[in-house]
């Protein structure tokens, strides 16, 4: 839905499967087990030719991490490194990942407010999957999952958000409440345990279990799409009553941003959302949204030691490659 672009950020689907008669990972008596599911997957996933395969134990803690800030990869998957591995597509709009929580996750991340596209995406390699595998299924609870909270469809369907009316007119508890009532969760920018931060929320549905996937994905569009008609208004609202302090905000943000010789990430991520919000002004202009929001993971610190090692210190170094970014993704007018 074009019109919630700019609330809206990007819509995902993730699926949980486990592979019959192989205990959990965390129940496993030894790694075998987990390096033959990862042999398995593999040769299911070589037949799309999509995908380019990474085992976690090859890569330093560092390029996990950069991974991770990228939404890629989760902290569990990194947690298992020795025995995890994860297959990313060129656009890395596709991801499985090996040896998590539960012996496969797969997942697909679409642009903008677009949940059954995302579905019908992952759908393909879901099927091809469940096609080739015996993949741990019971009639009365759906697929066995690590986690009870994923029995059933073992679906995730989440929406990425960006609130900052919301957030400002106080109403995110009273929208938790609501989220939960309507049997949904509301996490930070990194899912769950996180924090929200730049005004960023994942909104998703809390269980599985008696809900077909497509009861799920329209339970989460139907929630999302009251929600981001409530953000327009407020933030149509709040740009007329507040004009001058956003205008103040997001230029000190720009100045800041491509100015300053040293940057903290948090920092970083909290400006970037004001000069993301004064635009909407009219006062300055993103030229290439996709690349503007990419920043939200360039300016994190494992990403910034993979392009520049340990050249020079990690707020510095933020702060000059941030600088030129923004000098090339947003234009005064």
């Known amino acids: 839905m074009e019109v919630f672009d700019n609330i809206a950020i990007s819509s995902r689907i993730r699926l949980a499967r486990n592979v019959g008669d ?7 008596n ?7 599911i990862t042999s398995e997957v593999r ?21 996990c991490n950069a991974l991770f800030e990228q939404h890629l990869i989760s902290k569990e998957l990194i947690a298992n490194k ?10 890395e709009s596709v991801i499985v990942m090996i040896n998590e929580e539960d012996h496969i996750r797969e997942q697909c991340i679409q642009e903008g407010f677009n949940l059954l596209k995302a579905y019908r995406k992952i759908s393909k390699i879901d099927d091809g999957i ?40 106080g109403k995110i508890n009273e929208i938790i409440d609501r989220a939960g009532r309507a049997h949904l969760t509301v996490r930070g920018l ?24 497509e009861e799920i994905i329209d339970l989460v569009t139907d929630f999302i799409f009251k929600l981001c008609s409530e953000e327009k208004t407020l933030r149509e609202e709040m740009l007329v009553l507040e004009r001058d302090r956003i205008l103040d905000e997001g230029r000190r943000a720009y100045a800041i941003l491509t100015n300053a010789y040293m940057l903290e990430e948090l ?19 993103i030229l290439d949204e996709k690349g503007y929001q990419k920043l939200y993971f360039e ?11 340990d050249k020079k210190k990690e707020n510095v170094l933020r702060a000059e490659y941030i600088s030129k970014k923004i000098k090339n993704l947003v234009r005064r007018r």
């Open 22 to 28: 192989f205990k959990f990972y965390t129940k496993q």
């Open 30 to 36: 030894s790694d075998e087990d987990a390096l033959f």
């Open 43 to 63: 040769k299911v996933l070589d037949k799309f030719d999509l995908f380019n395969f990474m085992s976690l134990k090859d890569l330093s803690l560092n390029e």
């Open 82 to 91: 020795d025995i995890s591995g994860v297959a990313i597509s060129e656009d």
């Open 130 to 169: 469940l096609k080739n595998l015996n993949i741990a299924f019971d009639e009365n609870l759906g697929f066995i999952t690590a986690s009870p909270a994923n029995l059933g469809t073992g679906m995730r369907a989440s929406v990425m958000l960006f609130l900052p009316a919301l957030e400002f007119y």
């Open 190 to 213: 990194y899912g769950e345990g996180s924090r929200p931060i730049g005004s960023f929320y994942q909104i998703s549905n809390q269980g599985t279990f008696g809900f077909s996937e």
């Open 267 to 285: 920092e970083t991520m909290e400006l970037l959302s004001k000069l993301k919000l004064v635009c909407e002004l009219g006062n300055m202009a």
């Open 299 to 309: 300016c994190g610190t494992a990403f910034l030691k993979e392009i520049f090692g």
